[in-house]
């Protein structure tokens, strides 16, 4: 009979350690749950010869991929990550487990190598929450908080269903915005491409034409040809110039200045604004619901939320309801002083708060703004294309008519000769 080493948690949460004898793994989880201890890894007793070439597996693992380091983890990659955690819990697979199935499914390598050293700190006695938050940038105070609220209330599987649904409903939203924006973009790539081979290679053609005929030259042919003349021989003025920009605008962005400035601009600029707000809306009405309804307490819910929303407005405008809250008001009475959040979600999350179903709310809330946000999304595509279309009709109109005053003048010279 094979021996087992395994790690567990008694009903006051103190870590056991121990070994056992069993058949199986699933017999020794089913032997301690059924005294009342929560399992965290449960792994066979290996050899000596098994214990070195498992000791040099690892260390060739550890070695492997230096660029994987700098990948990044999108999130259908965590939303899979979450599922398919939720699915091995729930059919009552040890954690230690899960993870060792999760790092050999996972395709991307970053991943691969977090589950590894995330499955080596748990059989440890590392709670899972503790270990993820070694890795900030991929997995955010949202994904830890609520993981520890499974841990702690017992459900972790519920709570990664729940995790896994939320980051699927982001993935979605971003991927609408995205597409919305294809085509706009396309649209813009080829006018800019358009204008700078006319600027760059037709117009100086046609100028040495001119200036065999000691023409001269109208106000807009002239500022063409200053544009012209400037990108063929100080090209590398206009390069430096939007490095430079974009480099101090990426530093500007870091500061909270930056980041609170670009945000209320973000809401604040013609069109764009009020599908920026919604989107914002829709973003922390839908990370509140899913905090609450993992059992997550409204003040470490809503401080969470503010971390999360990424937009330094509704940072702002959260923690200051937060403090409210924590002095005994209502949530929707702050919210609605900010004036950020319209009077329909007040009513609503008033209601929610009354009734004791706020999460509920909350979740109808973020349904009906990304409902709108997709139904703008649509209009603002067939709004932009037409316009676009339009300005790359009088950009290209505009410079064709510099190209030809000139040569009217040089027909109307000759005909007066």
């Keep these: 009979m094979p021996t087992f080493s395994y790690v567990a948690r008694d009903a006051q949460g103190n870590v056991q350690r121990g070994k056992s004898d069993a058949d199986s793994q699933q017999v020794l989880i089913k032997r301690l749950q059924q005294s009342g201890h929560f399992v965290t890894s449960v792994v066979q007793e290996k050899g000596a ?81 503790k270990s993820l938050q070694k890795w900030p940038t991929i997995f955010n105070q949202l994904f830890v908080g609520l993981i520890r609220a499974g841990e702690v209330g017992g459900v972790l599987d519920e709570t990664l269903e729940r995790l896994a649904g939320f980051l699927e409903d982001d993935v979605e939203l971003r991927r609408k915005v995205k597409t919305a924006m294809t085509y706009p973009t396309m649209v813009l790539v080829a006018a800019v491409g358009i204008l700078t081979f006319l600027v760059t290679f037709i117009l100086p053609k046609f100028m040495e034409i001119f200036k065999d005929f000691k023409v001269e030259m109208p106000m807009l042919t002239q500022a063409l040809m200053d544009v012209s003349n400037f990108c063929l021989q100080k090209w590398y003025f206009a390069l430096g110039g939007i490095f430079a920009f974009s480099i101090a605008f990426k530093m500007f962005k870091r500061t909270k200045f930056g980041k609170r400035t670009y945000d209320w601009a973000k809401m604040k600029v013609p069109i764009f604004g009020s599908l920026s707000h919604k989107i914002a809306l829709a973003r922390s009405c839908r990370t509140l619901a899913t905090l609450m309804g993992s059992g997550v307490p409204i003040l470490q819910a809503m401080e969470t939320t503010a971390e999360a929303v990424d937009n330094e407005i509704f940072t702002e405008v959260l923690m200051k309801s937060r403090a409210a809250v924590r002095e005994g008001e209502r949530i929707g009475e702050p919210l609605e002083r900010s004036g950020l959040f319209p009077p329909m979600v007040v009513h609503m999350i008033s209601i929610g708060e009354e009734t004791g179903s706020l999460d509920m709310m909350l979740s109808k809330v973020a349904d009906f703004y990304e409902k709108e946000v997709e139904a703008q999304l649509a209009g603002l595509a067939a709004a932009i294309e037409p316009i676009m279309i339009i300005g790359l009709g009088f950009m290209v109109g505009t410079i064709v008519i510099a190209m030809f005053l000139p040569l009217l003048q040089i027909i109307t010279n000759l005909t007066n000769e």
């Design 49 to 129: 010869a098994q214990a070195k070439a498992a000791g040099g597996a690892k260390a060739k693992k550890k070695g492997e991929g230096f660029m994987t380091k700098f990948q990044k983890v999108k999130l259908n990659h965590l939303a899979v990550f979450c599922r398919q955690f939720a699915t091995m819990i729930n059919a009552g697979v040890s954690l230690i487990r899960c993870l060792a199935v999760l790092e050999m499914q996972t395709q991307n390598p970053r991943l691969r190598g977090i589950i590894r050293e995330l499955s080596a700190n748990v059989e440890a006695g590392e709670t899972l929450s």
